[in-house]
């Protein structure tokens, strides 16, 4: 086999079937995301960005064409198999955190790693060091709903990385902070990115895209630059 990306998206089509008209939201994307690379998803409101993350993350099926992630196909895999895949494989970001805002800082980043079935002990060193990583190890016992928000945006980062995964995936992580937050999570994207994890993220921002290495821009469903 020819050493593929680590992402390969083939004429891959997403339609949601809600109320009354489908909506075509994906319609024949091809690409190629390497072992590695940081990129930044651009494109106007609405045109399938985030869709486009959701199917690298294992968060939802492609109707047609192929996804292919750490060599795992995820429209063929089960239910069971794809939740497993989200909870060890790759780290995802949602744009508004989606914490547990009754759990603490630390049971938030354990939880993630309750899923994938780390034993106890293991979950309590790498909570400490995470936290320690993301510049919160003195807010680890405070609940969620007590962090600011670039707060509770390191913390999702750190729960995305909790199982280690090669893959990080990040809706608009710095679309609600001002512009401190903004360069504090930035910093710890490099950081991730120079240690080699592969990077992809969604932002509006075009000075964050300009400091990736790639910037692929959607529009009305397809792959436009
Ligand atoms: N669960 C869903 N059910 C039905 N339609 C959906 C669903 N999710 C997204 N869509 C539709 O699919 C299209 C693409 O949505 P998507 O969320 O991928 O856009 P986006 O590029 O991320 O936009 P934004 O920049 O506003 O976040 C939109 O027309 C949206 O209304
Ligand atoms: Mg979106």
Redesign the pocket.
């Known amino acids: 086999m020819s050493s593929p990306g680590v992402m390969t998206l083939r004429d891959v089509h997403k339609t949601?079937n809600?109320r009354g008209v489908p909506?075509e939201?994906l319609r024949g994307v091809d690409l190629e995301i390497g072992a590695g690379s940081f990129t930044c998803l651009i494109?106007?409101?609405?045109?399938?960005?985030?869709?486009?993350l959701h199917l690298l993350g294992g968060l939802d099926r492609p109707t047609a064409g192929s996804v292919t992630v750490l060599g795992e196909q995820v429209g063929r895999m089960t239910d069971v198999e794809l939740a497993r895949f989200r909870a060890t494989r790759v780290g995802f970001v949602f744009q508004f955190f989606n914490l547990l805002k009754g759990l603490t800082v630390a049971e938030n980043v354990e939880l993630a790693m309750m899923y994938a079935g780390t034993p106890v002990r293991q979950q309590k060193t790498r909570v400490h060091d995470l936290l320690e990583a993301v510049g919160l190890a003195e807010k680890r016992r405070a609940r969620a709903n007590e962090l600011s928000g670039g707060q509770m945006q390191r913390v999702a980062i750190a729960r995305a990385l909790a199982n280690n995964p090669d893959v990080l995936l990040l809706d608009?992580p710095t679309g609600n902070l001002d512009s401190a937050s903004e360069a504090e999570v930035m910093a710890i994207l490099d950081d991730l990115h120079a240690q080699g994890r592969t990077i992809v993220m969604?932002t509006?921002s075009s000075e964050i895209a300009a400091r990736a290495e790639r910037i692929v821009e959607?529009r009305d469903g397809r792959i436009a630059s």
Request: proline share 6%.
């Open positions: 949601y809600g909506v939201a494109g106007p409101s609405g045109h399938g960005k985030s869709t486009l608009e969604v509006h959607v």
